[in-house]
């Protein structure tokens, strides 16, 4: 019965969001229980406590380009859509312009980056969203950037990892900047 369920709930959010559950189905077949402990990661995806829903798509969508080329990101991205936040906030982390994001936007996005990439004004950063939002922004914007790179490195694991696409911000693609290394 459960399986049944999952089974639904996975071609209702591949429906909704233009988004291949492929991966997910195959483990749901495969091993039933890691599946199930997988999904329980959904809620962990919704978690926000402090910081605002910009600073939360800013870290997710970092972490999503971090380890994706395209449908992860593009996920987050109709998240955001009905999270409303801005689309422009949106298009400036998805070129990594931290000029055009709001500063709510711009502040998860520096985070996540310094994250991400071990920058060394990494303490900093932390610090500043911890002014900002207090200890549970700090623990908002980790999670959100985690829980944004382990999707697509699970898809990636299993395999499943192989179709690039075209990032669409309110139905304009966007050309996503990729960190120089």
Excluded at 73 to 96: G, Y
């Amino acid at each position: 019965m459960r399986k049944i369920a999952s089974r639904l709930l996975l071609k209702a959010m591949s429906a909704r969001y233009d988004y291949d559950v492929s991966y997910m189905e195959h483990m749901l077949d495969a091993a039933p229980k890691a599946f199930e402990k997988f999904a329980k990661l959904f809620a962990l995806a919704q978690h926000r406590e402090s910081a605002p829903a910009e600073a939360l798509v800013a870290a997710k969508l970092v972490g999503a380009m971090a380890e994706d080329c395209g449908p992860c990101t593009q996920l987050v991205v109709n998240f955001a859509k009905e999270q409303r936040v801005a689309p422009s906030d949106v298009e400036a982390v998805l070129r990594r312009d931290p000029g055009a994001m709001s500063e709510g936007a711009a502040l998860g996005f520096r985070f996540a980056e310094a994250i991400v990439y071990r920058l060394t004004g990494e303490d900093d950063v932390r610090e500043a969203v911890r002014a900002a939002w207090g200890d549970k922004g700090v623990i908002d914007l980790t999670l959100a950037l985690q829980i944004g790179r382990l999707f697509p490195m699970v898809k990636a694991g299993l395999g499943y990892a192989k179709e690039c696409r075209r990032v669409e911000v309110a139905g304009r693609e966007v050309d996503v900047v990729k960190r120089a290394a």
